[in-house]
């Protein structure tokens, strides 16, 4: 009983923002035009997140993929504005991720470094780097091809409704994501790593090649979501990124209050990020300021979070 | 000479009876021994006089004076103190941080605290225990298991001016299970000077030689129930099996079912690896060693140089015809199973299904099967006799004996070439311990090499064929089990190596 309140919890206030803002914006919250803008607006978001999931079921965590998505924009925007051609630009930005990402598990499985100091210190590496091609400009206008910024534009008519490329992009990459980390060995191996490491580590389980893989998947799917954003706003510069971190971070914390045993699952992940996207465009659309909007969107993660472990029956210390 | 009473102990967890209306009786100067199966109640009989769990119903009484026992704080003032099972340290800290955690540290003007006091008060709880080789400076995580399990105990005799009434009653939760032999001794002299103080002594035990050795009376749990107490030299072995298990179990150990076969499994000659050397022996299909010797004499390291953990650096090791494994995942591919010491620092995911604990080192391919894992665990589970509601509950939910099912289930499925068993019965009850030993026959007898090492002298005698003796990582003894007994055995740990 207390185990269902407890993962219902989220959930329930989930569903009371929802009904507070359909009554509070009556007519334009709750249309077709208004949730396929929220999912448009989350792609980014989403994508980040259900690939940070992957780290966080083995209890590591990445805070570099901000500055990766941005160094990825960068990257791709760099290449087109050298006259590149637009699908070379999206390999290399995509290889940058990856390369990235081993980077990071490198540091964290190879060498032993705990994964907030390593990522912690890619993040100003990756930052930094962004700054130094860029020369800490933005890059827009002419630079940026059309066949680049116009697919962020353009989508697949449904009924009627043209659902937007973008979150199609986010929506195969949490297929994906919930395939590898719910449907297949390597994911019950994470999941195990997650549980016990050292335990895994004598069933035979090759942890550090695995994390060293985990890590590059994130990194991976953080330079695809950088490449997203800058063809959203058809431009690069070196912080756009910057805000995806903590908020990938926040919507896998939502999640892991959902699940059974607290364990990060990639579905619960895409439900707190819904969560944050529609508070996010809720309390915009009700003219709230944004400082303020900061103050509530961190305060409903960490009641959430709390909430969670204090209805755990057997929490001691 | 105090007298405590406790009369009609009841605690429910939901419609679950944990303790049903269970007395106690215990008399100053006298060791008595609670004992029963996991899940029968004494765990939480334990937390009850510890003031940690509150009992439904409850009369407590010491010398005639009625108390209560609703906190920690109650308990510690009336005089009862707690020796725990589970060795939880602070390893980073120093030994004598770690013995006076959670009490007042004496300070010096009330503000500082006096190291110098602290460490004092923690030698002398030490050399209480006759264990004053311990050095209270050190970082408690440089201790070997039974070092700190000696710290563990020592610490429930720190003096402590401010809170310290005399203590009435000492109970100590199962504080053999980590050490060897010798260190068990000490710790039987310790309780002899303990009773000889006034107090009375609680003895929670699986080990039915050590109670009936040490203990002035018995008391034993079952579901919750009492279901004898009385005098230990009115009671006898098999009457005590009979009152934990409700059911007759055959005693000794199973008997082997054939002779090792011929083929070769291990072959050891002159290995030295890391702290061992020495290390001369042949393993054949079908055959049972036992790895023996002092506390952290090398037995765990010998058989972790078999998973990969502990690379050779001369003589000439081979594993059915070729080198040994590099590392966990290429010990399991070539069929050694390996059961871990630490069940659950190193052996379980606690919070994750028992399915999927088993399945763990025999997944393959690439997609995920449900399907094949359930039915993996069922059989393995059933052969067991795992006893759990269903396969896809967490692990943390099973008391020990039947994580350790877990363990062998994961082990033995595909029946593995060599068998690596570290403590295998470590924390197991009765009735579990005799499934374990059962499993084990059979898997040898179908032709699985075993490799097991154990603190608990006659297990090792009474399942192994052979018995290799360690001496300081040094192999001294291979020794024939045939007409060996517990006291030659433990004479060999001491005996030099012949030339």
């Known amino acids: ?317 | 000479m105090n007298h405590l009473e406790f009369r009609n102990i009841c605690k429910s967890y939901g419609s679950a009876k944990a303790l049903d209306g269970v007395d106690l009786s215990l008399r100053g100067g006298q060791v008595h021994a609670l004992m029963g199966e996991n899940g029968a109640g004494k765990s939480t009989l334990i937390k009850v006089l510890a003031g940690v769990v509150h009992a439904d119903a409850l009369t407590a009484k010491v010398d005639g004076i009625e108390i209560t026992l609703t906190s920690a704080q109650a308990a510690q003032r009336v005089g009862f103190r707690f020796i725990h099972q589970e060795l939880n340290i602070v390893p980073q800290v120093s030994v004598a941080e770690n013995m006076l955690l959670g009490r007042t540290f004496p300070r010096r003007f009330g503000l500082a605290v006096d190291w110098r006091k602290v460490n004092a008060r923690a030698q002398d709880a030490l050399a209480f225990l006759g264990a004053d080789h311990i050095n209270v400076g050190a970082p408690a995580g440089d201790l070997n298991t039974g070092d700190r399990m000696l710290m563990k105990i020592a610490a429930a005799f720190v003096f402590d001016p401010v809170t310290d009434e005399r203590a009435v009653l000492y109970v100590l939760d199962e504080p053999t299970a980590a050490l060897t032999s010798a260190e068990s001794e000490l710790l039987f002299d310790v309780i002899g000077r303990l009773a000889a103080t006034g107090a009375a002594v609680l003895y929670v035990s699986h080990r039915i030689d050590e109670v009936l050795r040490i203990c002035d009376s018995v008391t034993v749990l079952r579901d919750g129930q009492l279901v004898s107490s009385g005098p230990t030299s009115e009671t006898n072995k098999a009457q005590i099996i009979r009152d934990m298990t409700g059911r007759d179990v055959a005693d000794a150990y199973p008997t082997a079912a054939a002779a090792p076969r011929p083929n070769l499994i291990v072959g050891m000659a002159g290995v030295s690896a890391g702290p061992l050397s020495d290390i001369t022996f042949e393993l054949r299909a079908g055959e049972v060693i036992g790895i023996a010797g002092l506390a952290n004499a090398g037995q765990s390291i010998l058989l972790e140089t078999f998973m990969g953990l502990n690379p050779i650096t001369s003589g000439h090791a081979q594993l059915q015809g070729g080198a040994l494994p590099r590392s966990p995942e290429h010990a399991w591919k070539r069929g050694v199973a390996y059961l871990p010491k630490e069940r659950r620092s190193e052996g379980l995911m606690l919070n994750m299904s028992i399915r999927s604990n088993i399945a763990l080192p025999h997944l393959t391919g690439v997609q995920a099967s449900v399907r094949r894992e359930r039915q993996m665990a069922e059989t393995l589970g059933r052969q067991m006799r795992l006893k759990c509601e269903h396969l896809d509950q967490p692990v943390a939910q099973l008391s020990g004996g039947n994580q350790q099912k877990v363990l062998f289930a994961r082990a033995l499925h595909g029946l593995p070439d060599l068998v690596l068993l570290d403590e295998p019965t470590r924390g197991v009850d009765v009735g579990a311990k005799y499934d374990i030993y059962c499993t084990v026959r059979e898997a040898s007898s179908k032709g699985c090499a075993v490799l097991m090492t154990s603190s608990d002298l006659p297990e090792l005698l009474g399942m192994c064929d052979r018995i290799l003796v360690l001496q300081d990582g040094r192999q001294a003894h291979m020794l024939d089990c045939d007409g060996l007994s517990s006291s030659d055995l433990l004479s060999y740990f001491y005996a030099p190596k012949a030339a």
């Open chain 1, 1 to 317: 009983m207390t185990h269902t309140l407890r993962q219902s919890g989220t959930l329930l206030g989930f569903a009371a923002i929802l009904v507070f803002l359909t009554v509070q914006l009556p007519g334009t919250f709750l249309t077709t035009q208004n949730l396929i803008n929220i999912t448009q607006q989350l792609s980014m978001l989403a994508v980040v997140a259900a690939t940070m999931t992957i780290v966080m079921v083995m209890n590591d965590f990445d805070l570099s993929v901000g500055s990766m998505a941005s160094l990825s924009g960068i990257v791709a925007a760099v290449l087109f504005s050298m006259g590149f051609p637009v699908w070379f630009g999206l390999l290399a930005a995509l290889g940058v991720g990856l390369i990235g990402g081993l980077f990071n598990g490198f540091l964290v499985s190879v060498l032993g470094i705990l994964p907030f100091v390593a990522t912690l210190g890619t993040l100003t590496v990756f930052s930094g780097t962004a700054f130094l091609i860029s020369d800490g400009k933005t890059i827009f206008g002419r630079d940026i091809p059309a066949g680049f910024s116009g697919f962020a534009r353009a989508g697949i008519d449904i009924n009627n409704v043209k659902v937007p490329f973008l979150t199609l992009a986010a929506l195969a990459v949490i297929a994906v994501c919930w395939f590898v980390l719910e449907q297949t060995n390597f994911g019950r191996r994470l999941y195990a790593i997650g549980g016990n490491r050292e335990a895994a580590y004598l069933a035979g389980i090759r942890v550090k090649r695995l994390r060293l893989v985990a890590f590059a998947l994130t990194g991976l799917g953080a330079a695809g979501a950088g490449l997203m954003y800058a063809a959203r706003v058809a431009s690069a510069n070196p912080t756009q990124g910057s805000g995806l971190m903590l908020d990938a971070i926040a919507a896998v914390f939502l999640g892991m209050t959902m699940s059974r045993y607290g364990e990060p699952r990639v579905m619960y992940t895409l439900i707190g990020v819904l969560m944050l996207g529609v508070l996010d465009n809720g309390l915009t659309q009700l003219r709230v300021d944004s400082y303020i909007r900061e103050i509530l969107v961190g305060l409903i993660v960490i009641s959430a979070v709390a909430t969670a472990s204090f209805s755990k029956q057997t929490r001691r210390v």
